[in-house]
T-cell receptor, first 114, second 115 residues
Framework: DGGITQSPKYLFRKEGQNVTLSCEQN?????MYWYRQDPGQGLRLIYY???????QKGDIAEGYSVSREKKESFPLTVTSAQKNPTAFYLC?????????????FGSGTQLSVL | AQSVTQLDSQVPVFEEAPVELRCNYSSSVSVYLFWYVQYPNQGLQLLLK??????LVKGINGFEAEFNKSQTSFHLRKPSVHISDTAEYFCAVSTSGAGSYQLTFGKGTKLSVIP
């Protein structure tokens, strides 16, 4: 079955540590996205990539980094510069240029600080 | 730039009663409108969309929404809710022709269905 796989489901970060969240899709979508979700705040776009080897900052990119070396993979690194990383992180993908009706989401990763 | 306001953060409703979740948007250009549903610890799933044409759109699970351009609203309705409808609902907007990266989400409305 086609879909988006995020791992791990739960992740804990120590102070000063970088952690990487995995996102893999087998939908053959060109575009991939990372969102951060905080309770009562909706979804905010961190980074997006419309094609391999290219990505752009979203609304809240500070303290995060990404790479897009393969079409199916878009890992997100939460760096030690992100002072408030506790949140639910959602990865999504879509065909390039598609509007929201073709946006598919993974099941998310809950990141917490120890 | 566009924005989305979901007027209620939480809506409790008894099982089999009707429900309306309110969404207002602002944009200076034509928009596409969406409702997504999120079950606990899950990603978002598209419930319904308005791109053009009929202003009354029907989605999955018996939900429908009406686009009202003059009131800049896109309220979500269901005539009779079930326990399984308990979830968080997000309204989202993008400008016509924009890519998914230009979606703006509301802050969400938690629907709690009471047995």
């Amino acid at each position: 079955d086609g879909g988006i796989t995020q791992s791990p489901k739960y992740l804990f970060r120590k102070e000063g540590q970088n952690v990487t969240l995995s996102c893999e899709q087998n939908l053959n979508h060109d575009a991939m996205y990372w969102y951060r979700q905080d309770p009562g705040q909706g979804l905010r776009l961190i980074y997006y990539s419309q094609i391999v080897n290219d990505f752009q900052k979203g609304d809240i990119a500070e303290g995060y980094s990404v790479s897009r070396e393969k079409k199916e993979s878009f890992p997100l690194t939460v760096t030690s510069a992100q002072k408030n990383p506790t949140a639910f992180y959602l990865c999504a993908s879509s065909p390039r240029g598609a509007s929201g009706e073709k946006l598919f989401f993974g099941s998310g990763t809950q990141l917490s600080v120890l | 730039a566009q924005s989305v306001t979901q007027l209620d953060s939480q809506v409790p409703v008894f099982e089999e009663a009707p429900v309306e979740l309110r969404c207002n948007y602002s944009s200076s250009v034509s928009v596409y409108l969406f409702w997504y549903v999120q079950y606990p610890n899950q990603g978002l799933q598209l419930l319904l969309k308005y791109l053009s044409g009929s202003t009354l759109v029907k989605g999955i699970n018996g939900f429908e929404a009406e686009f009202n351009k003059s009131q800049t609203s896109f309220h979500l309705r269901k005539p009779s809710v079930h326990i399984s409808d308990t979830a968080e609902y997000f309204c989202a907007v993008s400008t016509s022709g924009a890519g998914s990266y230009q979606l703006t989400f509301g802050k969400g409305t938690k629907l709690s269905v009471i047995p």
